[in-house]
T-cell receptor
Framework: DSGVTQTPKHLITATGQRVTLRCSPR?????VYWYQQSLDQGLQFLIQ???????AKGNILERFSAQQFPDLHSELNLSSLELGDSALYFC??????????????FGPGTRLTVT | DQQVKQNSPSLSVQEGRISILNCDYT??????FLWYKKYPAEGPTFLIS?????DKNEDGRFTVFLNKSAKHLSLHIVPSQPGDSAVYFC?????????????FGKGTMLLVSP
């Protein structure tokens, strides 16, 4: 158990809809990262928040947004969903900007299926 | 443009033998490298890491080797056990840039048979 929790575990929704994925980092971790893993793809970095502030952006679509709240939990909002958004979405956390040497700790993921 | 490449999608090894998983990178700014293991229906788990100031790091049965001139790293598992069967991801970070984001390869599925 990494200490990172994600809800829901599974989500099935229709094209055009909007969903929110939730992540609670390990106790004490200030950085939260979101990743997308599509079929046959590695983990694609989407966005990082550090102590409530956006820190780094990766291949995140404009239809997607995220935020980190004062209690450090984070939400990833996906809107105008398309079939191609079906994927595993992982949240990870680390202690600081550079982690404990770079290690990030991953949650179990949310599997999103868009029909 | 894949900055971290794992060219072998899969690898099969017999129990007790050595497993060698390879990873190549193109970005010379990367200075910290990590290996993660992932079982089905679970998130990736940190396994071992190496800084660019070293060329080898060992942790029990797991050793990571880094060849900076070739921009290549490898993970050796000795001896391999059936419980090591999982997908292994190589990841890299450019820590001197002040960012801690990781760039992942697509993974290598390791199957260790009894």
């Amino acid at each position: 158990d990494s200490g990172v929790t994600q809800t829901p575990k599974h989500l099935i929704t229709a094209t055009g809809q909007r969903v929110t994925l939730r992540c609670s980092p390990r106790s004490g971790d200030l950085s939260v990262y979101w990743y997308q893993q599509s079929l046959d793809q590695g983990l694609q970095f989407l966005i990082q928040y550090y102590n409530g502030e956006e820190r780094a952006k990766g291949n995140i679509l404009e239809r997607f947004s995220a935020q980190q709240f004062p209690d450090l939990h984070s939400e990833l909002n996906l809107s105008s969903l398309e079939l191609g958004d079906s994927a595993l979405y992982f949240c990870a956390s680390s202690a600081g900007l550079a982690g404990g040497g770079g290690e990030q700790y991953f949650g179990p993921g949310t599997r999103l299926t868009v029909t | 443009d894949q900055q971290v490449k794992q060219n072998s999608p899969s690898l099969s090894v017999q129990e007790g033998r050595i497993s060698i998983l390879n990873c190549d990178y193109t970005n010379s700014m990367f200075d910290y490298f990590l290996w993660y293991k992932k079982y089905p229906a679970e998130g990736p788990t940190f396994l071992i890491s190496i800084s660019s100031i070293k060329d080898k790091n060992e942790d029990g049965r797991f050793t990571v080797f880094l060849n900076k001139s070739a921009k290549h790293l490898s993970l050796h598992i000795v001896p391999s056990q059936p419980g090591d069967s999982a997908v292994y991801f190589c990841a890299a970070s450019a820590t001197r840039s002040g960012y801690s984001t990781l760039t992942f390869g697509k993974g290598t599925m390791l199957l260790v048979s009894p």
